[in-house]
């Protein structure tokens, strides 16, 4: 089934072709000329007499204007194949990061959600769409891969959302299940916000966690930072910047410090894809780290590529403390697996109804599949009529200069 984006092209484009009919109905032509022995004694002046054409003529080529005119229309009109209607649709996030324990019971958990969705995301720190019948193969990967990552919720919601628009002409009602340990690592301050942008309920599937959480994060909660400084040069973290810039502010946590930063470090090559036992603890305003803290050998490694300010006012203002002391803070747990709070795992879930797909924002689609088909038939068409013009001129003027070289032969 075809359905349109934007309708009003093609009805405009159908009004356009109305007229063109009508105006090649209301044609009007000279007179049929004949030649007369008596002729030789009128003026040769040009006859300007013209009638009502009463037998429509050139047929093929009002057809391809026509056709020409609706095909430019219907382009416009953007138009596109509509799927199959269902119901319901599914959406199934599965949670492949860190957090999960037990492999054999998050596929036993996912299988009886993904068989006929939709759409199947899988997301650590970060999410990703796979089709529903290589979640089994996507799942055992993971389960065997041993650089497992610290998951999010937050971009998986994000993708989710992507995907609903998509989906969402082919369904009455959306559903959502999300299937994840919830541990309070993977929330952040936007899950909330972004969570509120699904307009319907979330059905929270909580599979096992890993095993190690109390115990690293209780170790982990009270331990001091040892602070190493890239200036230093006491570290390996940090290597030299190929060319020296500035930016204009830091954030650590909740706390962002604006000022002319001079950068002259960024993150070792060889620390780009940092393992479970270190994270990104500061970034500039431009997303790049700012400082990372690691677990060595049960000590909190907390390495700074920021220099503090050394002239104006910076260190004057209320943010550079309140800046400072969350660079100094305690270590916090690396591997926090302690299960989302009980109100933030119902504010998640939301209310008990389905989301309508009405209420779920389309997609913007620039041009759909059929636009560029549509306007290369307009093309040919358009060439086409030249070509049926020019034929039709051509036998025109034949028949003119016919009848003048009669009226001269007479």
């Not at 299988?111 to 799942?139: C, I, K």
């Not at 919830?182 to 509120?196: G, K, L, S, Y």
């Not at 059905?203 to 602070?227: E, I, Y």
């Not at 930063?261 to 500061?282: I, K």
Request: hydrophobic share 50%.
């Amino acid at each position: 089934m075809i359905s349109f984006l934007v309708p009003g092209f093609l009805y405009a484009a159908g009004a356009v072709a109305l007229g063109v009919v009508v105006l090649h109905l209301l044609v009007t032509q000279q007179p049929k000329s004949d030649v007369l022995p008596t002729v030789r004694f009128f003026p040769d002046v040009v006859a300007r007499s013209t009638s009502v054409t009463i037998r429509p003529s050139d047929l093929w080529l009002l057809l391809l204007r026509v056709l020409m005119i609706l095909l430019i229309g219907a382009a416009f009109a953007q138009p596109q194949l509509k799927p199959d209607h269902r119901s319901v649709a599914r959406i199934v996030l599965v949670d492949v990061s860190r957090a999960v324990g037990n492999q054999a019971q998050l596929a036993d958990s996912a299988r009886a959600y993904t068989n006929g969705a939709a759409s199947v995301v899988l997301f650590d720190a970060h999410a990703r769409e796979v089709a529903p019948a290589d979640v089994a193969d996507s799942l055992a990967a993971h389960a065997l891969g041993s650089a497992r990552t610290r998951g999010a919720l937050s971009p998986a919601f994000v993708t989710a959302l992507r995907a609903a628009a998509r989906i969402r002409d082919g369904a009455d009602s959306l559903e959502m299940v999300v299937v994840s340990p919830f541990a309070r690592e993977e929330a952040d301050a936007a899950t909330q916000t972004i969570r509120a942008l699904w307009p319907g309920h979330v059905k929270m599937v909580r599979v096992a966690v890993a095993a190690d959480a109390s115990a690293d994060a209780a170790r982990n909660a009270t331990s001091r930072p040892r602070v190493i400084w890239a200036d230093s040069g006491a570290t390996d973290t940090w290597t030299a910047r190929g060319r020296v810039d500035t930016i204009g502010a830091v954030r650590a946590g909740d706390v962002v410090l604006v000022f002319p930063f001079v950068r002259r470090w960024h993150l070792a090559a060889a620390r780009d894809t940092a393992g479970p036992d270190a994270r990104v603890y500061a970034r500039w305003a431009d997303g790049e780290p700012a400082a990372v803290e690691t677990m060595v050998n049960g000590d909190c490694i907390r390495s700074l590529a920021v220099s503090m300010p050394t002239v104006g006012d910076a260190i004057l203002r209320p943010e550079f403390v309140r800046f400072t002391e969350a660079l100094f803070a305690s270590c916090g747990a690396l591997h926090d697996f302690s299960p989302l709070p009980v109100a933030l795992m119902t504010a998640l879930e939301g209310g008990a109804r389905l989301a309508p797909a009405s209420s779920v924002k389309p997609r913007a689609t620039r041009m759909t599949p059929l636009v560029p088909w549509l306007l290369a038939g307009a093309l040919v068409l358009a060439l086409l009529e030249l070509l049926v013009r020019r034929g039709s001129s051509s036998a025109v003027g034949a028949e003119r200069e016919a009848i003048d070289e009669a009226r001269r032969a007479a």
